[in-house]
């Protein structure tokens, strides 16, 4: 026999959870006993509007897309189905996005592009609020890219999507999956500013291998590199290699060598 979740917990427990039951499923979940309806209508109101106003703002192009019907039965969904494991507002953002992974059930009217619309713009949020460049140990800013080992910025995210997500918006809503893969960097500048790069299938790999081998150095990646495209001319992957790995150490997606 099935219990319930309030079974043996104390009376005020007890009515917490009929409390917050009935704030996430006004619909379903009866109001708690003793709490008048008007007040409990906008305890309900006020805890949605938050949600929904945080969600819009962590998510804006998705927001702008959606219908109000589409967005605030989204919202209600969510926080319908989906049990937060933090307490931080500030992370409500990738419980939705795990929300919408994990749980959602897919619509026919949903754009296709939704969840790496969606896994696209929690980056970006991601990478504002991140210190993770905090430990990321010692480097010389100013270190050889070639000899030595270039240190990839931890806040630098190297992302592969089926869609060009970073161009979506109201007036770009594709329904036609393009014939290659959109391969970006989000990372943040010396001054905190986030910033996306879109980088080509070379690039992507270039920042892969560096990740991966952190022990070797820019030239070890280079000449991987070279054979993987079975090129001809390794010097010259070399060389523009060479000038690609300054080039993102000048936005701050390499932080420089490691010491």
Not at 22 to 48: K, Q, S, W
Not at 141 to 149: E, F, I, T
Not at 191 to 214: C, W
């Amino acid at each position: 026999m099935q219990t319930s979740p309030e079974e043996g917990l104390p009376r005020f427990q007890q009515q917490q959870l009929r409390f917050t039951a009935h704030i996430r499923d006004p619909e379903n979940a009866p109001l708690p006993e003793g709490v008048p309806a008007r007040r409990m209508a906008i305890y309900t109101e006020i805890f949605f509007n938050n949600i929904s106003e945080q969600l819009s703002g962590n998510f804006p192009v998705l927001r702008q897309i959606t219908s109000d019907e589409r967005w605030h039965a989204l919202v209600r969904d969510f926080m319908r189905k989906h049990r937060s494991v933090t307490p931080l507002f500030t992370e409500v953002a990738l419980e939705f996005l795990d929300y919408l992974q994990e749980e959602r059930e897919p619509q026919p009217s949903d754009w296709p592009f939704m969840l790496e619309l969606a896994h696209y713009e929690y980056v970006e949020l991601a990478v504002s609020i991140s210190s993770a460049d905090e430990e990321a140990g010692e480097y010389d800013p100013n270190g050889d890219l070639v000899a030595g080992r270039p240190l990839v910025g931890p806040t630098a995210w190297n992302l592969s999507y089926r869609w060009p997500v970073h161009t979506i918006g109201p007036e770009n809503l594709p329904t036609e999956t393009p014939s290659e893969p959109t391969h970006l960097v989000v990372y943040r500048d010396r001054a905190d500013d986030v910033h996306f790069l879109e980088i080509n299938a070379v690039t992507q790999r270039l920042l892969q291998l560096l990740k991966e081998n952190p022990g070797h150095t820019g030239l070890d990646v280079l000449k991987t590199i070279a054979e993987e495209l079975g090129h001809a001319d390794a010097d010259g992957v070399i060389s523009a290699g060479s000038q690609l790995l300054d080039d993102l150490r000048r936005r701050n997606v390499i932080l420089g060598t490691r010491t």
